[in-house]
């Protein structure tokens, strides 16, 4: 059987990498999709922040973004405004978003992948901090 997997990635980002290089471990195929390159609809990020169980504001990137300058951290700000500011500006959406017949989720810290997959990948394997998540053995440690 096919376990499909779709990762919303953005190739320089340290977690992102990581979470594509945990799914590849455990002998997946993802899809792969620059966000940044693709960009994002509106229905499409409403789609993934409702089965993720996320808000907007849940999923804005404000670190290393424009949100702040763009003043999105402000708590009036709508979510309506919010949705715009992202699909306008793709890199103000958090990463990365990994879909499986699991669930979704937004994997930060990239461990969090590990319950979206079938089987865990043989260890060791860590984190993009040098955090060890998975020993020689194969067990989760986190």
């Known amino acids: 059987m096919?376990?499909?997997i779709v990762i919303y990635h953005n190739p320089d980002c340290g977690t992102s990498r990581n979470v594509l290089t945990i799914v590849r471990?455990?002998?997946y195929s993802p899809t792969v999709v620059d966000y940044q390159t693709e960009g994002w609809s509106r229905a499409h990020?409403?789609?993934l922040f409702a089965a993720a169980n996320l808000t907007p504001r849940l999923a804005l990137r404000v670190d290393r973004s424009p949100a702040e300058l763009m003043g999105l951290t402000k708590s009036a700000v709508p979510d309506?405004?919010?949705?715009?500011a992202m699909v306008a500006h793709p890199i103000?959406?958090?990463r990365p978003f990994v879909c499986t017949p699991r669930g979704v989720r937004l994997c930060r810290p990239s461990e969090a992948v590990l319950d979206?997959?079938?089987h865990v990948p043989p260890g060791p394997l860590a984190k993009e901090?040098?955090?060890m998540i998975i020993d020689a053995?194969?067990?989760r440690l986190v």
């Open 45 to 47: 990020l409403l789609g």
């Open 80 to 84: 309506s405004q919010l949705l715009a």
């Open 25 to 27: 471990a455990a002998g």
């Open 116 to 118: 979206l997959l079938e």
């Open 129 to 131: 901090d040098g955090q």
């Open 92 to 94: 103000l959406v958090n």
């Open 137 to 139: 053995e194969g067990n």
């Open 2 to 4: 096919i376990f499909p």
